[in-house]
């Protein structure tokens, strides 16, 4: 058996044998995503009974006030997350609500065109199955991710919380990796002097995204925040994860111990004031009680 496959073997094995969490979906509950320059705005419609209707999410994008385009989704219900351009350009679409992993990332164009659809092993992620969890309904590969367009909208970085980076190019809606074969030496040198470019605006957009998600009013987003401060060790956010030290956000669990209580943007705040050196004392992130 060939180390590929042995690799593979395993990771199945060990899918199997890690604990599948329950998770319950409600129904569609946002349904209106701006671009970061609030220029557009695309307003979703899911069909009331799509099980019967599979196919019928309505998409409009708007400038202002005006119609640019309108079209149904090839999601059966409605994507989980979207994303809009600042140039109205483009609309990426996220994952099958009720369904993580599914139709992972969808790139519509100009009027609304289909660019491409991709599955997660079209996104290289093939290999990466230790880092994803899963529960009864979903492959929660974009856990704790951020993502945003690139320069000019030409491009579009998903950064994964095991540090991997996609990167798409949104015209052909390929994956836009650092080594490519070009067919002709002018290309290979236009792509060796922009890819360095490319990796200080992630960075900087990176750094930018992770400290403005500690002030977000969802806790998920601040416990992502934290986790990204703290990987990419950026002190400028030191003030702003120690306050988090006392965030309430908690969900209650019986592990390690029955009946416990974690206050996980606390952990999370914690471990990354850690990971950059600073001593963290008297934080209470886990608690017993009785039912």
Known sequence: MMPRQVFALIALIYLFILPVCADEWGSVTRTEFYSENRKYMLRIKPHPDWPDKPGHCKATLYKGDKKVWSRYLINNHAPVSIFVADSGEYVITMDEWHSVGEL?????????????????????????????????SSYWWNEDSVSFFGPEDKYFFIRLHWGKWIVLDLYSGKLYPEEINFYNDELSRKHEKEWPKLLEYRQMMLAKHATRML????????????LLCGQE?????????REMLNDNASYKTNDPKEWTQVYFVRKAAREALEAMGQKVEGVITEEFYNQ
């Open 233 to 241: 060790k950026l002190a400028k956010a030191i003030p702003a994860l």
């Open 215 to 226: 002030d977000s009013e969802n806790a998920e987003e601040r416990k992502t925040g934290a």
């Open 104 to 136: 992972p990332v969808v790139i519509y164009g100009d009027y609304g065109e289909l660019v491409r659809v991709h599955s997660t092993d079209s996104l290289g992620l093939k290999d990466d199955i230790l880092h994803i969890n899963t529960s009864v």
